[in-house]
């Protein structure tokens, strides 16, 4: 069973459901989810919000934090904005360097995950150091994520 299986089915069977909020990722991580067969049950939909305007106005996320981008506070900003704005129960948000240049002094593979519990109003955040091309860092980012959501869930079950 893969991660993102494991993910629809832990939700399913605790009756959550997902929103993704997504910079460096653009979507994949709500790409991945969404080729598990049931997930339509679970997985609310996504953002992407690849540009620093589209936090904003799309997800709320304040003009100062704003200022450094790839930080935790725009990852938790994006996870929180995600359940807002897309109704669900857990929200993740993504934001990084995939590379190949720097961005704001931010090495390639610096990324900030978030997943927001919106029931017990938690949120975890978590710092990656990635190395590897941009398809490396991005697909490990998305594993992250999944492993994060699986721990979330897992801790807020009864």
């Known amino acids: 069973m893969s991660s993102a299986d494991r993910v629809v089915h832990l939700l399913r069977e605790h009756g959550r459901t997902l929103a993704t909020a997504e910079s460096l990722t653009a979507g994949l991580l709500a790409s991945t989810i969404a080729e598990v067969p049931g997930c339509s049950s679970v997985l609310r939909g ?26 935790e506070a725009v990852a938790v900003g994006m996870a929180i904005g995600a359940t807002r704005v897309l109704g669900s129960d857990i929200g993740v948000g993504t934001t990084g360097v995939a590379g190949p240049e720097w961005l704001d002094d931010q090495a390639p593979g610096t990324v900030w995950i978030a997943v927001h519990d919106a029931r017990s109003i938690r949120t975890q955040s978590r710092l990656l150091r990635l190395t590897g091309t941009r398809e490396e860092i991005r697909r490990g980012t998305v594993d992250a994520c999944l492993e994060a959501i699986e721990a979330v869930v897992r801790e807020a079950a009864p």
């Open 46 to 71: 996504g953002v992407v919000a690849y540009a620093t305007d589209v936090k904003r106005t799309a997800l709320g996320i304040d003009e100062l934090a704003l200022k450094q981008v790839v930080s």
